[in-house]
């Protein structure tokens, strides 16, 4: 059913093959807090060395603003991978440029580099066909691995395929089987769980998941947006202004069957030891923010779950990183393990926030890509897909 070529494909023996992973992954200070999307890219990478390919590696991580953040270094992911690997891997403290020619020129057959995050440069979101040619300079072939970045037109992703061969690794190839398996065919009731901080990223998706699903349930820094669209004061809460509009015209078209959380958590900081209390929706007390959903809410989300044949999650309830405001996201995490449904969780925190819970062996698919997943859903081409090379 895969109609793109993968690395099986074509001869990658004693090439120079560039894989754009999907290592935007947690980090706790300077080490690696979930290392799920690392993991997944290994088949991949495993299988380039096996076949004696110099195997150089680019992904970003996190949202730098187009330059260069000691903060959201891929240093320590390639040291964590490393470890995973257990062989040395080598480190370019840039992905283009002199530097990262250099380090790729210098690189033997059978060996791995690491390019640092490709966000360090503006080039890569603005999807610059100098940046993709450049990368494309140090290999003679490209992979495409990044399930989690497949729904972004950027350099690495989209831009590089017109300078090189262009085929698909191990883990795009799986994330889209099973997930285009699911969605051509959901049973029903289908729900979709929606938290998490992208908010303006990810409201879009409602529209067209409306469409798709029986109930939406919202929590996290989603939720809040929605609150203020209804006319709440929210305090002191995460909102994306400029979601506000979709938030107001969504409540509109979809009535009843969105969601929102009926009680939260708020507090008086951002903090695991700041003074906390449950309220049931109604106006933020100013100098407080919702941090979690609360328990009322998750036991009418666990209702709803209950019953559901098919579910899809993306983005935490809460601020799970804080064991405090954990409840929320744990609960809901607890009621799709519990149900029957056919449950795919995707995401890098959500998945942290699943790992963390200790549930992720009852969840049917872990996917890597959050984002990416949700756009598949909507049947949206995903750009990293398309400039594949077809079979
Ligand atoms: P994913 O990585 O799964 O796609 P996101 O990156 O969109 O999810 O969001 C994850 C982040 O959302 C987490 O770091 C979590 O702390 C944060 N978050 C969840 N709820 C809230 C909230 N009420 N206020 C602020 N941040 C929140
Ligand atoms: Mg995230």
Known sequence: MFSKKTITDVDVNKKRVLVRVDFNVPLKGDEVADDTRIRA????????????????????????????????????????????????????????????????HELGFGEVLVLENTRFHPGEKGNDPEMARQLASLADLYVMDAFGSAHRAH???EGISNYLPAVAGFLMEKEIQYLGQVISDPQK????ILGGAKVS??????????????????????????????????????VEDEALDTARELLQVAGSRLRLPVDVVIAKRFDNDAESKVIAMAPVPEGWRILDIGPETVAAYDKVLHDARTIVWNGPMGV???????????G????????????????????????????????????TGGGAS?????????PGIAALEDK
Do not use: W
Request: glycine share 10%; hydrophobic share 45%.
């Open 201 to 238: 990223d990810k409201i879009g998706v409602i529209r067209n998941l409306l469409a798709k699903t029986d109930f939406i349930l919202i929590g996290g820094g989603m939720a809040n947006t929605f609150f203020k669209a209804q006319g709440y004061p929210v305090g002191d809460s995460l």
């Open 41 to 104: 890219a290994l088949p991949t990478i495993n299988y380039l060395l096996e076949h004696d390919a110099a195997v150089i590696l680019c992904s970003h991580l996190g949202r730098p603003k187009g330059k260069p953040d000691v903060e959201l270094t891929l240093r320590p992911v390639a040291e964590h991978l490393a470890e995973l690997l257990d062989e040395p891997v080598a480190f370019a403290s840039d992905c283009i440029g002199p530097v990262a020619e250099e380090a790729a």
């Open 374 to 382: 949700l756009e598949m859903m909507e049947g949206k081409v995903l």
């Open 320 to 330: 799970f990183e804080f064991p405090k405001f954990a409840m929320g996201t744990f």
């Open 332 to 367: 809901v995490a607890e009621a799709v393990a519990e149900s029957e449904a056919a449950s795919i969780v995707g995401g890098g925190d959500s998945v942290a926030a699943i790992n963390q819970s200790g549930l992720q062996d009852r969840i049917t698919h872990i996917s």
């Open 189 to 192: 009731p289908f729900i979709a």
């Open 155 to 157: 350099a690495s992703t």
